[in-house]
């Protein structure tokens, strides 16, 4: 059964419903069942979201990445940059700032997806490695790229308990 009112669907006697935002209490005992999951395994997610912005000599924000830890790796969110200041190499001083600031901590590597009409080129040009691509049958634009740029550093301590 369906009521469209709340978005719920009722599956035998479990409730499944759909809300816009994470209500905070229920955020707090996801991710305290995560803590635990996690522990049991002797890992740890050190999830961590943070961005890196870059601002014009008025202080204007004119390009910004987010981006998030987890485990041992590094999530680009989001890429944008002011239309105004595209072509003169600020998205690659954001990625550059991204991996200088990380390279040495114990990271794995920096992983990101974009679509075909964004930048997959741009990626392959800042030293990034094609994973795979998943093809949109119905619209080209939209088939994603899957890049991974690894570090080369030898110690890989993230995402591990400490003992």
Request: with cysteine; proline share 2%.
């Amino acid at each position: 059964m369906v009521n469209e009112m709340n978005h719920i669907i009722m599956i035998d006697e479990y409730a499944v419903e759909y809300l816009d935002s994470v209500p905070e209490n229920i955020d707090e005992v996801v991710h305290h069942g995560h803590i635990i999951d996690e522990a049991a395994h002797g890992v740890v997610c050190n999830y961590n979201l943070f961005c890196f912005v870059i601002r014009n000599s008025n202080k204007s924000v004119v390009g910004m990445l987010t981006a998030y830890t987890a485990y041992s790796e590094i999530y680009v969110d989001d890429i944008w940059i002011d239309p105004k200041y595209r072509k003169i190499g600020l998205g690659r001083r954001l990625l550059e700032g991204l991996e200088n600031h990380f390279k040495g901590r114990g990271y794995n590597n920096i992983n990101l997806v974009t679509s075909q009409f964004q930048a997959p080129e741009f990626y392959k040009k800042c030293g990034f490695d094609i994973e795979f691509i998943r093809q949109n049958k119905y619209n080209h634009k939209l088939t994603k790229t899957f890049f991974i740029k690894y570090f080369d550093d030898e110690l890989q301590n993230q995402g591990v308990l400490e003992k």
